[in-house]
């Protein structure tokens, strides 16, 4: 069950909340997905509101708890996932935002209790996260995805139906339980290089990032993110250039990525990243 601290007898009612998701683990190449909630934590100063009991979803050889010392005392952080709240400056809206590792079991007690907690703070539409592996060249734009269960916001936001079919993990659990509970929900998946697997995958994070910033219309500041992201493209650039093989497949990708013609580089794309950029500076304090 979700132990919850202080909520909502302690908790103001909040404006308008979307929940941001994220999960550790199979649903999360490079990072990335887990990497942006993690970074809004930390930028929109959020507070912790709740958390699961570790004992009701985790496997323990699985997701072992951690062991650290501080001040000479010995602490045990358990494995779960947490919720906290992020009340934005100049925003309309709040946000709650959802971090944690995939659970090892019971997943659809696990989806409910996440949708009762969503219900008990007023929660008017979900958004998880998620990152692949895929065919796609580090030298190009990473490509989001972005799917609906709600008819409606899929035909604003220009999200194509998914039709994906296959193995799904948490995430694709807590869609299918949010468009059984007509709850509003969409998830966005960055394709993460599969090549450079290995996480971090900043240019992913920030390729997520991006897409929250045109969901909610809310500005993101994105701190050391873009210079993480150059200097992570340089280090595979190396890569690539030790290895010929390498070097003549990701040709291959970018010749097959600009045929198809970038979305990315369409008059759209770059209008809303104009409007991130006026996002932004409407924030930013007078010099």
């Known amino acids: 069950m979700i132990e919850f601290e202080g909520l909502p007898e302690a908790l103001p009612d909040l404006v308008d909340p979307v ?7 199979w649903n999360d190449a490079g990072d990335a997905a887990s990497g942006a909630v993690l970074h809004l934590e930390e930028v929109w100063s959020a507070t912790q509101i709740a958390e699961f009991d570790p004992e009701d979803y985790y496997d323990f050889q699985v997701n072992r708890p951690e062991v650290t010392f501080e001040d000479d005392a010995r602490t045990i952080t358990w494995p779960t996932t947490r919720l906290s709240v992020a009340r934005i400056p100049l925003a309309t809206r ?8 995939e659970p090892s079991m019971r997943w659809r007690s696990f989806t409910q209790e996440l949708l009762t907690a969503a219900r008990e703070l007023g929660v ?35 999200y194509e139906p998914s039709t994906y079919e296959g193995p799904t993990g948490i995430v694709g659990v807590l869609q299918e339980a949010c468009a059984q509970a007509g709850i509003p929900a969409v998830s ?28 909610l219309d809310v500005p993101v500041p994105l701190g050391d993110l873009p210079e993480e992201s150059r200097a992570w493209q340089i280090g595979v650039d190396e890569l690539a250039a030790e290895d010929d093989e390498i070097a003549a497949y990701v040709r291959t990708l970018e010749e097959a990525v600009d045929t198809a013609e970038l979305p990315e580089a369409s008059g759209d794309a770059i209008a809303r990243e104009f409007e991130r950029y006026l996002r932004r500076r409407s924030t930013e304090p007078p010099k």
């Open 19 to 25: 929940m941001l998701c994220a999960f550790e683990g």
């Open 94 to 101: 709040d946000v709650v935002l959802v971090h944690g590792i």
């Open 188 to 215: 966005l998946w960055a394709a993460v290089p599969h090549y450079v697997a290995q996480p971090p995958c900043p240019k992913a994070t920030l390729a997520l990032l991006a897409r929250i910033e045109d969901l």
């Open 124 to 158: 008017e539409m979900v958004v998880t996260l998620g990152a692949l592996l895929a065919d796609s060249p580090h030298t190009r734009p990473v490509p989001v995805s972005g799917t609906s269960s709600d008819e409606a916001i899929a035909l604003r936001l220009g």
